[in-house]
């Protein structure tokens, strides 16, 4: 896969989705949102930050494509606390949340994020957009959703009781970064998705 010289860099093990799959099935994404959606004259694309800028961007672009409503971007801040990257057997994780001045109450918001990973960013950005916030409806839409290898029963139950609407790529329970994800602050830019050698960047 020729994307450029990255490939050789010690910290990349693999390309796992090249940017010619990841932007075809944004098309077909935004092409289910915008038929489920199509009695909507407007949406709301709430985007995770940092990670869901590019994802983001890319499927509301696709949304006029496909001829879906008109659609409106707010960005929410989420903050998970913990290691930078997973450790085993978490059953839960601090998430703090700043709406960064979104105008949400009463919209149909589709949040968008880059990866569901554990669960715990989107349970609780969900449960605050529908508790506190007062928007019309919510729908959650990942690009990446981790098949993960052995979740705690905690996590496992948040899981299977948090209602995925739209996921793009199921990927392995490993860290991955590119096209707006993250380790460390790198890799954002990257154009497709690759594995991270996670052994390059765990500090003990
Ligand atoms: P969760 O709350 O455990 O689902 O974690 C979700 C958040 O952790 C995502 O919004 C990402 O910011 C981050 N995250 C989880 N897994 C990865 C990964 O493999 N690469 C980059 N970021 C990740
Ligand atoms: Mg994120």
Do not use: N
């Not at 990257?85 to 949400?104: F, P, Y």
């Not at 609780?124 to 506190?132: A, G, P, Q």
């Not at 690759?194 to 003990?204: K, N, P, Q, T």
């Amino acid at each position: 896969m020729a994307e450029s010289g990255f490939e050789s860099d010690p910290r990349i093990e693999s390309v796992l989705l090249d940017a010619a799959a990841i932007r075809a099935r944004i098309r077909e994404m935004a092409q289910a949102i915008a038929g489920d959606l199509s009695g909507h004259d407007e949406i709301t694309l709430l985007g995770v930050l940092k990670g869901a800028f590019v994802f983001m961007s890319d499927l509301g672009r696709e949304l006029r494509e496909a001829g879906g409503p008109s659609v409106r971007f707010e960005f929410v801040r989420a903050k998970t606390y913990g290691a930078a990257i997973k450790g085993t057997g978490e059953t839960e994780r601090t998430v703090s949340v700043d709406w960064l001045g979104a105008d949400l109450a009463g919209k149909d918001v589709v949040l968008v994020e880059d990866i569901l990973d554990q669960g715990f960013t989107l349970a609780h950005i969900r449960e605050l957009l529908l508790t506190e916030v007062g928007v019309k409806s919510v729908r959650i839409c990942v690009l990446l959703d981790k098949q993960l290898d052995c979740p705690t029963p905690a996590v496992r139950a948040l899981r299977e009781t948090l209602p995925v609407d739209y996921h793009g790529f199921r990927v392995p329970d490993r860290w991955v970064a590119g096209y707006g994800l993250d380790v460390a602050e790198e890799f954002r830019e990257l154009p497709c998705v690759i594995v991270v050698r996670e052994s390059c960047f765990l500090s003990d």
